[in-house]
T-cell receptor, first 114, second 114 residues
Framework: DAGVIQSPRHEVTEMGQEVTLRCKPI?????LFWYRQTMMRGLELLIY????????DSGMPEDRFSAKMPNASFSTLKIQPSEPRDSAVYFC????????????FGEGSRLTVL | AQSVTQLDSQVPVFEEAPVELRCNYS??????LFWYVQYPNQGLQLLLK??????LVKGINGFEAEFNKSQTSFHLRKPSVHISDTAEYFC????????????FGKGTTLSVSS
């Protein structure tokens, strides 16, 4: 069974450009999470969805960030315009069922904004 | 809201020595507790979790953790570490109930040397 698939694995872009990160959760999982990892702040929850519905987006840094989940098998995290302080590793994770279930993480998308 | 404090950012140990990674949490409601491990350039993997019942939980790779409600702690232990245990370890908490997100601590880097 395929795990959580994220793309791209690495992205280098210039300040001001639009960045789109993609995530395919594990089939049958009904919750999806976006986290950001930096040395300074550790792992921060950005947003999560249950059954494709955004539940909590209070972790999204600012209006430049947006996330969508148009169906159960796909989600995007978009940054427009990007800034150097957005440089981080962005992780997508999915889970089956409720809060007792294990989160399965993708390998992450490493974003560098110059 | 919940929060997690990992008391040590780095823990260096020699191979075959015992290790304890400390984790304290804060929450006004009942919680589930988790430990995840992250190897370089990979996503996070579940080591173990506490949901209810016995306060001593055993996980993969010989790790165990003990839930202490009065001290709001969930420390991770291993009696004898291997070089291959070198990794970043994250403690996480979530509210009990369906569909809640995990909040992670900032991580502890375990470095095992020979």
């Amino acid at each position: 069974d395929a795990g959580v698939i994220q793309s791209p694995r690495h992205e280098v872009t210039e300040m001001g450009q639009e960045v789109t990160l993609r995530c395919k959760p594990i089939s049958g999982h009904n919750s999806l999470f976006w986290y950001r990892q930096t040395m300074m702040r550790g792992l921060e929850l950005l947003i999560y969805f249950n059954n494709n519905v955004p539940i909590d987006d209070s972790g999204m840094p600012e209006d430049r960030f947006s996330a969508k989940m148009p169906n159960a098998s796909f989600s995007t995290l978009k940054i427009q315009p990007s800034e150097p302080r957005d440089s981080a590793v962005y992780f997508c994770a999915s889970r089956r069922g409720g809060g007792t279930g294990e989160l399965f993480f993708g390998e992450g998308s490493r974003l560098t904004v110059l | 809201a919940q929060s997690v404090t990992q008391l040590d950012s780095q823990v260096p140990v020699f191979e075959e020595a015992p290790v304890e990674l400390r984790c304290n949490y804060s929450s006004s409601v009942s919680v589930y507790l988790f430990w995840y491990v992250q190897y370089p350039n990979q996503g996070l993997q579940l080591l173990l979790k506490y949901l209810s019942g016995s306060t001593l939980v055993k996980g993969i790779n010989g790790f165990e953790a003990e839930f202490n409600k009065s001290q709001t702690s969930f420390h991770l232990r291993k009696p004898s570490v291997h070089i291959s245990d070198t990794a970043e370890y994250f403690c996480a908490v979530s509210e009990t109930g369906a569909g809640t997100a995990l909040i992670f601590g900032k991580g502890t880097t375990l470095s095992v040397s020979s």
